[in-house]
């Protein structure tokens, strides 16, 4: 149920209805915004009536059921977009971010050049990978906390804030220690115990959607972020995996609108595993931007041909540097048939 307040309620009547959500059996989210308070009775098994009735209390402008599963994350609870803040660059407000950097982060030289060129073309923030999880055990799996100490230098150089994935519970503090975002990747969407274990780091998250994932499902999976006490969660659509063989995913470009529609989370896309072919990214990032992303995550590498990770679908430097000039350019123009004047 989500209490809506009066406009000008008191700091009094809004711990009363605090309190009283408390006492039904509920765990109450109080959401400021700018004008008025709302305050969410989230979990099961409480006493229904009782906040039905709250409905009575002073400042309490309506007692609202939330439809849906997923009940913090629906725009039901927060009408108004959230914006995630990471070391000071907003996500999710009027600025189309990128986010682009290596897939495995392989050396400092690597790194650095990787860094300094994505910077000078735009990029907000830096990317790359510390710890990998990889199909084959036999694959490169990234070089661990050196590879985190050569990210805190990057930023350090470049003042890029940067962004890189948890995999395991135990990994969750000492990445912490580093990044500025913590990723939660396709493949532990649903890892509920690590899901849990972010959720009590302050840090913002970057939640990835699973390659086998509904919206519902990945919307959920947020919920258990904003249920365990962090708010600042972002939602990164990666593609799905369908028939299609001659691309790595499928990059939903529906689920991004859709997202958009039923949670005020901000919204990212990610066209490299979305495609698995630098080839399309251009053009799957510019539509991305057109169903309304706040932003993308790129993989970039000096030399795709020799990087240890997913080289395929990395740009090149100057192919990052087309990429940002081609999303700067104007949308083309439509074709529509002029009326004359005599027309009646």
Not at 290 to 296: C, F, K, Q, T
Request: charged share 20%; net charge neutral; proline share 6%.
């Amino acid at each position: 149920m989500i209490i809506n307040m009066e406009y000008g309620a008191s700091e009094e009547q809004i711990a009363h209805i605090i309190a009283a959500v408390e006492r039904a059996g509920y765990q109450p989210h109080t959401i400021r915004g700018t004008e008025r308070t709302v305050v969410a009775a989230v979990g099961s098994g409480g006493n229904r009536i009782q906040l039905e009735g709250l409905q009575a209390a002073p400042g309490v402008e309506a007692v609202v059921a939330i439809t849906q599963p997923f009940k913090l994350v629906s725009r039901q609870v927060r009408p108004q977009s959230s914006v995630v803040y990471v070391r000071g660059v907003p996500i999710g407000g009027d600025e189309f971010v990128v986010i682009a950097g290596p897939c495995s982060v392989e050396s400092r030289d690597q790194l650095l050049d990787t860094a300094r060129w994505v910077k000078q073309a735009g990029a907000r923030m830096l990317r790359g990978g510390a710890y990998k999880p990889r199909t084959s055990p036999y694959d490169f799996q990234g070089l661990g906390e050196e590879a985190l100490r050569l990210l805190a230098e990057a930023r350090d150089e470049t003042g890029l804030p940067i962004v890189t994935e948890v995999m395991s519970t135990k990994d969750v503090r000492l990445i912490s220690e580093y990044a500025d975002l913590l990723q939660v990747g396709a493949r532990n969407m649903q890892n509920f115990a690590l899901l849990r274990a972010v959720a009590r780091v302050d840090r913002p998250i970057l939640l990835k959607r699973g390659p086998s994932a509904t919206v519902k499902e990945w919307l959920l999976a947020a919920e258990y972020l904003l249920a365990g006490g962090n708010q600042n969660v972002i939602l990164c659509e990666r593609g799905i995996r369908t028939f299609e063989t001659d691309t790595r995913n499928t990059l939903d470009l529906a689920a991004i609108a859709l997202a958009k529609e039923l949670t005020h989370l901000p919204v990212i896309a990610d066209p490299s595993h979305g495609t698995g072919r630098r080839s399309l990214i251009p053009a799957l990032s510019s539509a991305a931007l057109a169903v309304g992303a706040d932003g993308l995550m790129v993989e970039v590498h000096p030399c795709p041909e020799r990087a240890l990770s997913d080289g395929p679908q990395s740009l090149d430097l100057p192919g990052f540097q087309n990429l940002m000039d081609t999303l700067a350019r104007p949308a083309r123009t439509l074709a529509a048939t002029e009326l004359s004047n005599s027309a009646a």
